[in-house]
T-cell receptor, first 113, second 115 residues
Framework: ELKVEQNPLFLSMQEGKNYTIYCNYS?????LYWYRQDPGKSLESLFV?????AVKQEGRLMASLDTKARLSTLHITAAVHDLSATYFC?????????????FGEGTQLTVNP | NAGVTQTPKFRILKIGQSMTLQCTQD?????MYWYRQDPGMGLKLIYY???????DKGEVPNGYNVSRSTTEDFPLRLELAAPSQTSVYFCASRPGTGNSYNEQFFGPGTRLTVL
């Protein structure tokens, strides 16, 4: 059974600081997704990582994937208040009845002025 | 494209009542999913479908039923509502195998309260 663990689960940081969210998973997969969820809203796709060594960047967020270590990171550079949200990683796993994503528990990020 | 749409947005049910949550996607995706998200928690998979006529259970299927008669629609049925089913329900879809990105898109959610 595929398990996905994120840490930290809660992160409070000051504006302008850098930090990294980690996503570990338990079985082989080369497809990983990052999502953002604002309070009371749905999940919005941030990044799709499809191979070992993949790196994607959008604004102050950068995501990377190391399939050998079964680890993805979401790095935040010079945080701003608008980045406050919950971030989920999700790993693609294959079942006999089709593929499905297994989600981490989410990291609730709060950026303080 | 409207993407993934869900109705209703909000609903209050009494214990023992039944209802159907509607989900439609216009992206011609093969795979569709139903999740629930309890307050402050992550997503739990209820049911999923890899194509019309094919459905399978997820982690928490008890108390729910689904059907998939068309590619576009994937309704979720609650037969005898219980307070434990108070949650936000998200429908999602993705293309399926053969698409390199296979990115999953979510609907806006249905907020359900059972009293």
């Amino acid at each position: 059974e595929l398990k996905v663990e994120q840490n930290p689960l809660f992160l409070s940081m000051q504006e302008g600081k850098n930090y990294t969210i980690y996503c570990n998973y338990s079985t082989t997969s080369d497809r990983l997704y990052w999502y953002r969820q604002d309070p009371g809203k749905s999940l919005e796709s941030l990044f799709v990582l499809l191979s070992n060594g993949a790196v994607k960047q959008e604004g102050r967020l950068m995501a990377s994937l190391d399939t050998k270590a079964r680890l993805s990171t979401l790095h935040i550079t010079a945080a701003v208040h608008d980045l406050s949200a919950t971030y989920f990683c999700a790993v693609d796993g294959w079942e006999t009845s089709g593929s499905r994503l297994t989600f981490g528990e989410g990291t609730q990020l709060t950026v303080n002025p | 494209n409207a993407g993934v749409t869900q109705t209703p947005k909000f609903r209050i049910l009494k214990i023992g009542q039944s209802m159907t949550l509607q989900c439609t996607q216009d992206m011609n995706h093969n795979y569709m999913y139903w999740y629930r998200q309890d307050p402050g928690m992550g997503l739990k998979l209820i049911y999923y479908s890899v194509g019309a006529g094919i459905t399978d259970k997820g982690e928490v299927p008890n108390g729910y039923n689904v059907s998939r008669s068309t590619t576009e629609d994937f309704p979720l049925r609650l037969e005898l509502a219980a307070p434990s089913q108070t949650s936000v329900y998200f429908c999602a879809s993705r293309p399926g195998t053969g698409n390199s990105y296979n990115e999953q898109f979510f609907g806006p959610g249905t907020r359900l309260t059972v009293l």
